[in-house]
């Protein structure tokens, strides 16, 4: 595939209309013009092509332009591209519901769904304190999380995030105050754990935590019996638990979903991101029977009263059942184990080099944690000049690629992250 080296008058004419997002617009580099994808190629304006190493925004588990997902778009958008989920339901929606709560463990029963990560969080959190306050227990309205977390930028789910990390520091005295704990991980931040728990318990509707890696928030892993932890703490003061799955579920950490490998349940789970195979926007708040029938009532207020205008978009439901095929027919999780493996080794020579303080791998992701980075975006345009889509943050540079990827591409990509450290 080949490409025009100059650059299209739709980028010329359209850039100054464009606000980024994650970006001081006054001094940000013009970003790229991708014309085309595939597979885990990224095609640029000016002809040049990149390999992507973190799956766009890691959520194209099976590639770009996957022709079997395409075709189930397009077969979809011949018959119903969009209709309101008011009053009215359809097959796509049904069947990705239903299959959805096969994967999970049998009390996650009931799919609320929307269109963002973002917007999944802040519905689990409204069903966990609203599910309190139809019972009349009026206390219970704040959401205990996690030093490290990170569950999106929308007002609500930026209270749950952790306050330390800045990106939403302006709008500290603007949020809702939440509890923020320390992951009980040792002796020390489980005590603090506990005594969060022994003293506000009466006010707190739900725990919500990412299971096994808080993402965004640093790439930092954490143990399956952490989890366990956190559930038996939630259990011992009758507190709701919410998963936020939107970055780890569908294979990403090796299982399915991440809390398997810690064999518990959570009350809430929120998915996303690779849902749809990285295709349209969906996302899915996933709450047991418990949780549900707390909101049947003869009281109209007891209602959820949530609906965002393209929930349950026919064609995103269309697209995820297409990707679940694919989990069914092809061995995603084995590529995943494959990927880890490769990854383990190749990432293990940036050991060596100066100012990496750790080498990490769990599932798909892989992770170069560094001193520092002085200069964030010339090691992104380092990488970009070394023919790669690879995206550090803070002090992290990382892989979560396409389960699909070829041996070759992931070689390209991990030697070019040893020869960019390197230099």
């Given amino acids: 595939m080949t490409h025009s080296h100059r650059l299209p008058h739709w980028y010329q004419k359209g850039l100054p209309h464009i606000w980024l997002p994650y970006s001081q617009m006054q001094t940000t580099p013009h970003p790229l013009a991708a014309v085309a994808t595939n597979g885990s190629q990224i095609f640029l304006a000016d002809g040049r092509q990149l390999v992507d190493g973190i799956a766009s925004w890691w959520t194209a588990c099976h590639g770009y332009n996957h022709p079997y997902i395409c075709t189930a778009v397009q077969r979809q958008l011949d018959t119903i591209p969009h209709i309101m989920f008011g009053g009215i339901v359809h097959e796509p929606a049904l069947h990705l519901a239903q299959r959805l709560c096969h994967r999970l463990p049998s009390p996650l029963q009931h799919v609320f769904f929307t269109d963002s990560g973002s917007v999944s969080v802040e519905v689990a959190m409204k069903m966990a304190i609203q599910s309190r306050l139809n019972k009349g227990e009026t206390q219970r309205t704040r959401i205990l999380a996690f030093r490290g977390g990170y569950h999106g ?114 009350d809430i789970i929120t998915l996303s991101k690779a849902l749809t195979g990285g295709t349209l926007a969906l996302a899915a708040t996933i709450a047991t029977t418990c949780v549900f029938e ?86 992104r345009q380092d990488f970009i000049a070394h023919g790669c889509w690879i995206r550090p943050f803070r002090n992290i540079v990382y892989l979560t690629p396409a389960f699909t990827i070829s041996e070759e591409e992931l070689q390209t990509l991990t030697s070019t992250i040893y020869k960019v450290l390197s230099a």
């Fill in 153 to 266: 930028d929308t007002l609500g789910t930026m209270a749950v995030c952790d306050p330390e990390e800045g990106m939403h520091a302006l709008y500290g005295n603007v949020l809702t105050q939440q509890i923020i704990s320390p992951l009980p991980c040792d002796d020390a931040s489980f005590k603090i754990f506990n005594t969060l728990l022994e003293r506000h318990a009466h006010t707190i509707a739900a725990i919500l935590v990412e299971p096994l890696v808080q993402g965004a928030g640093g790439m930092r892993f954490h143990p399956p019996e952490i989890l366990r932890t956190i559930r038996h703490a939630a259990d011992r003061y009758d507190i709701l638990l919410i998963l936020d799955e939107i970055f780890t579920g569908f294979g990403r950490t090796g299982t399915f979903f991440a809390h398997e490998q810690a064999n518990i349940v959570p």
């Fill in 294 to 379: 707390s909101f049947l009532s003869n009281v109209p207020e007891h209602a959820l009263m949530h609906g965002p205008t393209f929930m349950a978009n026919p064609l995103a439901c269309a697209s995820a059942n297409a990707s679940l095929d694919l989990f069914d027919t092809e061995p995603r999780l084995e590529q995943v184990a494959a990927l880890n493996s490769f990854l383990t080794d190749a990432l293990k020579p940036c050991r060596t080099l100066h100012g990496v303080r750790d080498i990490r791998t769990l599932g798909a992701i892989g992770v170069v944690e560094l001193d520092r980075i002085t200069n964030l975006e010339k090691l």
